[in-house]
Structure formats: C-alpha cells, structure tokens
C-alpha cells in the first residue's frame, strides 16, 4: 500500500469530487440517449471516446506504447475495466426505467461495499459497527425502491448491481496505485473497457447517427478526465477516506435531474437517501476514530 502524505488529503478529495461530477454529467447525457441506443451500446460508445481521448493525450505527452503497455500485474489492469463496463451498464440499464435521482441513491451502496471488499482485497479489519452500517445501508435502499410501490421495478436491481461492480472497480483501482504508473492504468483502462464491451455490443448495435458519435466523443472525453482525476485522488488518499465523497453525486445528479429532465425527488428517495449515507458516514467516523 502506498504511503499517504497528509498534506496531498485535501487535494486528492479535491480530485476526487471533480471525477464524481464529470461521472454525473456523464451519467445525464447518456440517460437522454437510453430511449435510442441501448446501454451496452452507450458504454461501448463511451469507451470509444475514451480511448480516442487517452491516446491523443498519450500521444501529446510522447509517451511510447512499450511504456504504457509496461505492467507487473497485466491480468488485474484487464480485469479493472470489466467491472467499471460491468458498473455503468447496469447503471445506464436502470436510467432506462427511474430517475436519475433514485438510480443514484440505490447505487450510493457502493462506498458500503467497498468497506466490505476492503476485507480480502487490501486486507483490512472490518469490525461489527462495519456490518452493522451495512445492514442499515441496505435498508435505506429498501425505503428508495419501496417494495409494492410505484418505483418498485426490476430496473431497481440494475443500480445495485452497479454498486457492487463499482466497488470492485474502486477497491482495484487503490491496489494498482501502490505500484502502477497513472499513465499505465488509464491505458489499460480504455484498452479494456472497449474490448470487453466489443464482445457483446454486436448483439444490440443499431446504427449511430452524427449526434450518437458526438455523444461517445464527448462522454469519452468527460470520462477520460474523471478517470485521471480517480486515480490521482487515490494516489494521494486511503479509499476508505474517499468513500464517503462518492455521496456528493446526490447533489449533482438531483440539480442536473430537475433542470433537464424536470424529476423531483420524492420523499422516500431523500429518506433512504439519508439513511444510507448515514450508513456510510458512520463507517468513516469509526474508522477515523479507531
């Protein structure tokens, strides 16, 4: 595990925040385009744009492919981007169905599973108020998509899903930064990304219209950007500190939701909002206490 210098905390939560505001502009572009293309296909798009973004900056900065290529954990860096193609799949699934708001809350379980994940992957303690705030985060979810009313919906389980996809993602993405070059991991990042999604996309494509290309360029490019500024964060602070800043999309995706869409969260979604990132808070306090 890398040493965190205390100092660079505030500027990796400073990084961090930015990433989950251009992963929530993200998320609202690609919710527009769910009624043309299908998920799978947007994040093929995405990751198109990505790669496309990666390399012209790679190639601005003159690095060579030998040196990005160069890694001691080739199979973990291909692995990486299946879970991020995993995660905002099912997320784009679910933005099919609900709100983008409630999409959010359901998949603010992320940061809960990252404390669980946490167990085998960076061979950390997880005590009885750990599960305990677990236990509590997954009922706040239950008061979001409140069984037998109207929010109820398979699509309710695809923004789980993605949680638990991301949580994976995030956990790896801190194992890597103890010994992977930024440069390395975003290139394999992109590499991946488009390769795991290439296998199935062929089995929903519909043909893209100029504006369906712009909007993989674009997103590609937002997603570039949050991804750099993802892995720098967690260069410079421990996972578990950066969790609960992840609860700052609410904000930006409940702003971007009623200015664009005209979604006003309901009440059930702020209550188990609450409830779940009350979950999460507390795991921190305990682990900055312990």
Known sequence: MPEVVP?????????????????????????????????????????LGINLTLWTFFLVRRETLPKLIKTDRPIVQLLRPAFLAASITFLFLGLTYLPIAEATA?????????????????KERVGINRWIAVIVGLLGVLIVVRPGGGLWHWASLMPFLGAIFFAVFQIITRLLSATEKTSTTLFYTGLGGIFWTSILVP??????????????????????IAHLCMI???????????????YTKLLWVSLLGF???????????WLGSSVIVAAGLYVFYREQKA
């Open 203 to 224: 089995f929903v494509w519909v043909s893209p219209s100029e504006i369906h290309w712009f909007i993989f360029l674009s997103t590609g490019l937002l997603g570039a």
């Open 259 to 269: 200015f664009i869409f005209n979604d006003i969260p309901s009440l059930n979604m």
């Open 7 to 47: 100092g660079q905390k505030i500027t990796g939560i400073l990084f961090f925040v930015l990433a989950i505001l251009l992963i929530s502009i993200v998320d609202t572009i690609c919710k527009i385009f769910t009624s043309e293309l299908h998920s799978l296909q947007l994040v093929w798009g995405y990751f």
């Open 232 to 246: 720098s964060a967690f260069s410079r602070s421990e996972a578990s500190l950066l969790a609960p800043y992840n």
């Open 106 to 122: 359901i998949g603010f379980t992320a940061p809960l599973f990252i404390t669980i994940l946490s167990i085998p992957i960076l």
